[in-house]
């Protein structure tokens, strides 16, 4: 089995950063992208950011120049820094990776999500 464990989140005034983390463990052959959800009450879930393993990055254009994802591929832990937050970023944020675990065709992950308030 694989797992996906966020950490991270916490109350921020606006203007303020987190950063988040996402660890996925377990019997991982390839791991081929990471994702950043988030779903704020009354909303859809959406994208925020996206890595390849190769580091290619894309943003949600709401977000982007305000927050950066990263990889670290050797412990397979995803980063979502989260610069100038606004209290419109405020949702359960939430780890996704699509990845093989060598026992059948790639699959779709999830973690439990983390919390993220922004107010003043």
């Known amino acids: 089995q694989v797992q996906l464990a966020e950490s991270g989140g916490g109350l921020v005034q606006p203007g303020g950063s987190l950063r988040l983390s996402c660890a996925a463990s377990?019997?991982?052959?390839?791991?081929?992208?990471m994702r950043w959800y988030r779903q704020a009450p009354g909303k859809q879930r959406s994208v925020v950011a996206t890595?390849?393993?190769?580091?290619?990055?894309n943003y949600v254009g709401t977000v982007e120049g305000r927050f950066t994802i990263s990889l670290d591929n050797a412990k397979n832990t995803v980063f979502l820094q989260m610069n100038s937050l606004k209290p419109e970023d405020t949702a359960v944020y939430l780890c996704?990776?699509?990845?093989?675990?060598?026992?059948?065709?790639?699959?779709?992950?999830w973690g439990q999500g983390t919390q993220v308030t922004v107010s003043s």
């Open positions: 890595i390849t393993s190769g580091g290619i990055t």
């Open positions: 996704n990776a699509v990845l093989d675990t060598g026992s059948g065709p790639r699959g779709d992950y």
């Open positions: 377990g019997s991982i052959s390839s791991l081929y992208l």
